[in-house]
């Protein structure tokens, strides 16, 4: 099969065509985000009325958690860069792009319905974040088989046009993609792993950097598919001093010791530290491009949970500190703080890059201000937990009222989302 050339579009067109895949994008990541928000809220009212469960038997706390945490994450937190990538690899002239834009989307929005009802009718794997089981273990791998098969054919078509070096990174990044379909389904399985390893002390250091630095990778490459421009004078020295220190950080990560080793070890400690580097470095990176007015704002955000979240958890990390916050709901509020704060606000800046022509305003200033007050409380009560851990389970008054504030919290967020998903249907 031959590459196809398609006649070229006029700039005004190119950029029609890309609002309207960029439309696709934003009601299908901003639908999940509000459906997990909306299930996020059903179990803050259950942890505050748990009597409540017994009117949705068998729909129990436990069924109702693999939904909310998934469509966080492959439904809202992915469904962005998917789109991207989308944005970035296919070609704005193609007769069908907008067709083919539905489909990818629209099978990988099938799947996580799929997933949902086996759920909730009690099929998963029992494995955090990797709960496809059964027959619904092979869904979400077709899925992004077949955006893929979509994106490999507009690579394809689009190689007369491409220079060598956007035909090596688009082709290098498909191929890095390519693995992930069997990697999922296979890590999906029981028999590969258990849900709960008893040969683990927790997360390492050096497991929290390499996984950082794969996001940091992500993040430098950002810029690139949503086509900001570099705006400093030196720009041809930014991507070497950018890279080059990932490189660097790469090194230290394979430096360090892997495996089941101790938070008390100075190496684990020194190596998760290079992260705090990586502090000023992203700031750098995304401040030296050109964003557009709508990605400002969520911009700022990002980075100011960027920065909070890194050096948060390294401080969580060290010892004493790490055991007194295990497994309390500290834990969860820097979750919190890393998904709905740092993604939520890396995702705004993702969907308003790619169609700069409709800003998204609406349910920012709201979903902050609600994470913030959502991640503080959980914090504090976190802090007392492990003194205290009684009191969670007598209804003691201040932990009613630390759950009262989240469950405000949470409503908050689920307010602003609909307003974001509102606004973008508009």
């Known amino acids: 099969m031959e590459p196809r050339s398609y006649h070229v579009l006029k700039p005004a067109n190119v950029t029609e065509v890309r609002s309207a895949v960029a439309q696709v994008v934003r009601q299908h990541a901003l639908g999940w985000l509000v459906a997990a928000n909306v299930i996020g809220v059903g179990l803050a009212t259950l942890l505050l009325w748990p009597t409540a469960g017994d009117r949705l038997a068998p729909f129990s706390y436990g069924r109702w958690m693999p939904l909310h945490l998934n469509w966080q994450l492959y439904g809202w937190c992915a469904l962005p860069l998917v789109g991207a990538l989308l944005v970035w690899i296919l070609v704005p002239d193609h007769p069908s792009v907008i067709t083919h834009a539905r489909w990818a989307l629209g099978a990988w929005s099938v799947a996580l319905g799929l997933g949902g009802i086996s759920w909730l009718s009690g099929v998963t794997s029992g494995k955090l974040f990797l709960d496809w089981h059964g027959w619904a273990r092979p869904v979400l791998p077709l899925a992004m088989v077949v955006l893929w098969t979509i994106l490999g054919a507009h690579a394809w078509w689009r190689w007369p046009q491409d220079s060598r070096r956007e035909r090596g990174l688009r082709w290098g990044i498909l191929g890095g993609l390519l693995g992930v379909p069997a990697g999922l389904y296979w890590a999906a399985g029981r028999d590969v792993y258990p849900s709960v390893n008893p040969h683990s002390g927790g997360a390492t250091g050096a497991a929290l950097l390499g996984s950082t630095l794969g996001v940091i990778a992500i993040f430098g490459l950002l810029p690139q598919w949503l086509g900001a421009k570099r705006s400093a004078a030196d720009n041809q020295r930014q991507p070497g001093v950018f890279w080059g220190a990932w490189l660097v950080s790469v090194g230290v990560w394979a430096a360090?010791?892997?495996?089941?080793?101790?938070?008390?070890?100075?190496?684990?400690?020194?190596?998760?530290?290079?992260?705090?580097?990586?502090?000023?470095?992203?700031?750098?990176?995304?401040?030296?491009?050109?964003?557009?007015?709508?990605?400002?704002?969520?911009?700022?955000?990002?980075?100011?949970?960027?920065?909070?979240?890194?050096?948060?958890?390294?401080?969580?990390?060290?010892?004493g500190v790490s055991e007194r916050l295990k497994f309390t709901n500290a834990l969860v509020g820097h979750a919190h703080l890393a998904m709905a704060g740092l993604v939520t606000s890396v995702n705004g800046m993702i969907l308003n890059q790619l169609d700069p022509t409709r800003p998204m305003r609406r349910g920012f200033a709201l979903w902050q201000g609600a994470v913030l007050v959502h991640v503080v409380v959980l914090s504090l009560m976190g802090w007392w937990e492990r003194d205290h851990a009684e009191a969670f389970f007598n209804g003691v008054a201040w932990v009613q009222v630390g759950y009262t504030i989240r469950w405000a919290a949470g409503i908050a967020m689920a307010v602003a989302s609909v307003q974001m998903l509102r606004e973008t249907r508009r």
């Not at 100075?266 to 992203?282: C, K, S, T």
């Not at 949970?305 to 010892?319: A, D």
């Open 256 to 319: 360090i010791d892997h495996g089941n080793t101790s938070h008390h070890e100075g190496a684990q400690i020194v190596g998760l530290g290079v992260l705090l580097l990586w502090v000023p470095l992203l700031i750098w990176w995304w401040k030296n491009h050109t964003w557009s007015e709508g990605a400002k704002c969520w911009l700022g955000a990002a980075l100011a949970w960027w920065g909070l979240l890194v050096v948060t958890g390294w401080i969580t990390f060290l010892p």
